[in-house]
């Protein structure tokens, strides 16, 4: 057979075999990460951290913070190796904490430890100083991430160098004079803690009132004054029991001051009541005494006797002040009124009285067969009215 006839032979041969067949396509890539590294380990203050992805050029990852404190810096989706970065918050509380990124499908541990509790320290705790003040300083030993600001609670006594401040450190303050009596204590706190500042007085207490005797007429509605002398600061009272005497002003006070009284008018018998002024000590204090002028009284009649018709009767009031000099250049200071005691007699004068009078009475008719007796009272006298029956 001819050479060409045998390669026909073979086409033929091979158009019988069918279509070819397509080749197989390449295997896709297999993705590997390695992450470096794989926890962190942060403080109160925060800061923030790098992850180092290894993985093909073609490969793909992502991260994802699953906590707020916890933000991402850098891209948050890569192709190929990278690197992943962060910053972590600083911590609000004394409690520790944990939060996780997930980085290329892998977790990242980031641990924070919590605030520092703060505690204060002052040396020494407290000072004294004698009336005409001075300056001095008091050591704060504090935790270093700490802030504290010094406070005084007075403004007599002044911090130096005023503001906030963070760590140990020293305070310098200065205390003004003390013009007042009494004592005095106050403080300057730093942080949670207190620096007691004690200062003492000019002097003692001591008091002098004046005046403390007064002798009063019977006419009341004025007001009198009592002064009291003492350092300032030093505090003091007035009171009375009398319903009479009324304090007007000055009932408490401190230092030197007055005391103002009135009292009311007395057309009865002499009376006096006291003030007491009072100061801190258990029996400290001065009696003011008030002592008022009062009347005497007499009648011309101190009793009658009426028919059952009835009439009319008079009788003659007589009064005088307790002290002469009270009574007036008439003598006519003493007010007074007649009050009888029984409906069937009348008090015809006008009421009230004032001085010498006259008081004319009307006795009404006794029907009855029954005597019958009442009487007609001026101040402290009484005048009897008996009446006959029919």
């Known amino acids: 057979m001819r050479p060409w006839a045998l390669l026909l032979v073979c086409l033929a041969a091979a158009c019988d075999s069918g279509p070819a067949q397509p080749s197989t396509p390449p295997a896709a890539p297999t993705c590997s990460f390695t992450l470096s590294p794989t926890s962190f380990a942060m403080g109160p203050a925060g800061g923030s951290g790098s992850v180092v992805v290894s993985t093909g050029s073609s490969c793909t990852w992502s991260a994802v913070s699953d906590v707020p404190w916890i933000a991402a810096t850098g891209a948050t989706a890569v192709t190929g190796g990278g690197t992943f970065t962060f910053t972590v918050s600083a911590a609000t509380t004394t409690t520790p904490r944990t939060g996780v990124i997930t980085v290329a499908g892998q977790p990242v541990s980031i641990t924070q430890q919590g605030l520092v509790p703060c505690g204060y320290t002052i040396l020494p705790p407290a000072r004294s100083f004698d009336a005409g003040g001075g300056s001095a300083a008091f050591d704060v030993n504090a935790t270093p991430e700490c802030g504290w600001t010094p406070v005084s609670s007075a403004p007599w006594l002044t911090v130096a160098l005023a503001g906030p401040r963070t760590g140990n450190g020293t305070v310098t303050y200065v205390v003004a004079s003390n013009a007042d009596a009494a004592a005095r204590t106050a403080n300057v706190t730093a ?192 005048v009897t009215i008996r009446q006959a029956g029919i």
């Not at 003492?230 to 005391?259: D, E, K, R, V």
């Not at 009072?278 to 001065?286: K, S």
Request: glycine share 12%; aromatic share 8%.
């Open 191 to 382: 942080g949670g803690a207190s620096h007691t500042v004690t200062q003492a007085g000019a002097k003692p207490c001591e008091y002098s009132v004046s005046p403390v005797d007064f002798r009063e007429c019977v006419q009341g509605g004025f007001e009198r004054a009592v002064t009291v002398d003492t350092a300032p600061g030093c505090g003091w009272t007035a009171a009375t029991n009398a319903s009479w005497l009324s304090i007007a002003s000055g009932g408490t006070g401190s230092g030197s001051g007055s005391i103002r009284f009135t009292f009311s008018s007395n057309y009865d018998a002499a009376r006096q009541a006291v003030i007491e002024v009072r100061w801190p000590a258990p029996t400290a204090g001065q009696n003011v005494r008030v002592a008022q002028e009062g009347c005497l009284y007499a009648v011309s009649r101190d009793s009658f006797d009426v028919p059952a018709g009835g009439g009319d009767l008079s009788f003659d009031v007589y009064q005088m002040t307790t002290d002469p000099a009270c009574g007036g250049p008439l003598q006519n200071a003493c007010v007074w009124s007649a009050q009888s005691t029984a409906a069937w007699i009348t008090v015809v004068t006008s009421m009230p009285c004032q001085g010498d009078e006259r008081v004319a009475l009307r006795v009404a008719a006794n029907g009855g067969a029954t005597p019958r007796t009442a009487t007609v009272t001026v101040k402290n006298r009484t």
